[in-house]
């Protein structure tokens, strides 16, 4: 009804100013959400040491979130939190994980304060059929969650909560599961996968490498596939060969990726943003994606 009466008014009065596409963009997104679907995000999240730097892949989080009418809370899937089990993050007020090591001190002093959802988290708990999930208060925000929101939400004001990974499943049972959360999408929520589609940190020599072809090969193999919406053959990557097995030495940064297409509705297109791997560690592919 508001968003009618303000159309209403625009052509009304004729405007011009008050109907800019700037303008209506920000009227819209500071009302309240009203069922509209919310797009979901992968970020290919890379070196925890983005999120004290201002590089390609940081602009890239930064401008990407833009044209999202501002969330009512988020939730990440981050690569960092494994568990026994299905757990959602219930904190009132999330601690900060600082899961690496023998990074400078700087990284160690990033501080990202949002508030949880223990509300929403409840709701997941309750709505979610396929598995039992269970209510936690013990983790809190891991590098996989704040050395991406740090730039894509720097204000620290949107309510945050993770749910967890199972480690003792495969890839067709977590796609099966992210699918139920799309009833987040209508609720105003963000959902945001955070993982890389290439990571190989036990493949030392390609440390050294300028450009490892299995990476670059895998890369550009998922991003076709991701575009012909075959999640299937995704999910299933270990029969793409040897260079879908180096790129997916340690598949829980890849896991994060497959929540974000299992989310994906038929009408809903899929944008890339930070192509390519990273040139400080070339085993880790960059790549992200916006669905909606």
């Known amino acids: 009804m508001e968003r009618r009466r303000f159309i209403k008014l625009a052509a009304l009065t004729g405007a011009a100013s008050l109907t800019s596409s700037?303008?209506?963009?920000g009227y819209l997104k500071s009302l309240p959400n009203q069922g509209l679907r919310m797009p979901v995000l992968f970020m290919g999240h890379g070196n925890p040491m983005n999120a004290i730097e201002d590089n390609i892949f940081t602009q890239g989080w930064r401008n990407m979130v833009r044209d999202i009418p501002k969330p009512k809370a988020i939730l990440c899937?981050?690569?960092h939190w494994e568990t026994r089990g299905t757990k959602v993050m219930a904190n009132t007020k999330p601690r900060m994980v600082y899961d690496m090591y023998g990074f400078p001190q700087k990284l160690y002093e990033v501080k990202y304060p949002a508030p949880g959802s223990p509300e929403m988290a409840q709701e997941v708990a309750t709505k979610i059929k396929f598995t039992s999930v269970e209510l936690n208060n013990d983790w809190g925000f891991d590098h996989g969650t704040w050395s991406v929101l740090t730039h894509a939400f720097p204000d620290a004001d949107i309510p945050c909560f993770q749910l967890s990974l199972n480690k003792t499943r495969d890839m067709q049972w977590h796609y099966d599961l992210a699918g139920e959360l799309s009833f987040l999408r209508k609720k105003g929520v963000l959902i945001v996968g955070s993982g890389n589609i290439v990571h190989n940190l036990s493949n030392f020599k390609a440390l050294f490498e300028e450009s490892p072809e299995w990476a670059l090969e895998f890369d550009a193999k998922s991003a076709e596939l991701i575009e012909k919406g075959d999640h299937q053959a995704l999910i299933n990557y270990k029969q793409l060969g040897k260079?879908?097995?180096?790129?997916?030495?340690?598949?829980?940064?890849?896991?994060?990726?497959?929540?974000?297409?299992?989310?994906?509705?038929?009408?809903?297109?899929i944008t890339f943003f930070n192509h390519g791997v990273h040139d400080n560690l070339m085993a880790t592919g960059m790549r992200c994606l916006k669905l909606g």
């Open 243 to 269: 260079a879908a097995m180096l790129s997916v030495n340690s598949a829980e940064h890849y896991i994060p990726m497959l929540y974000t297409l299992a989310l994906q509705q038929n009408d809903e297109k």
């Open 22 to 25: 700037s303008m209506v963009s």
């Open 77 to 79: 899937i981050s690569a």
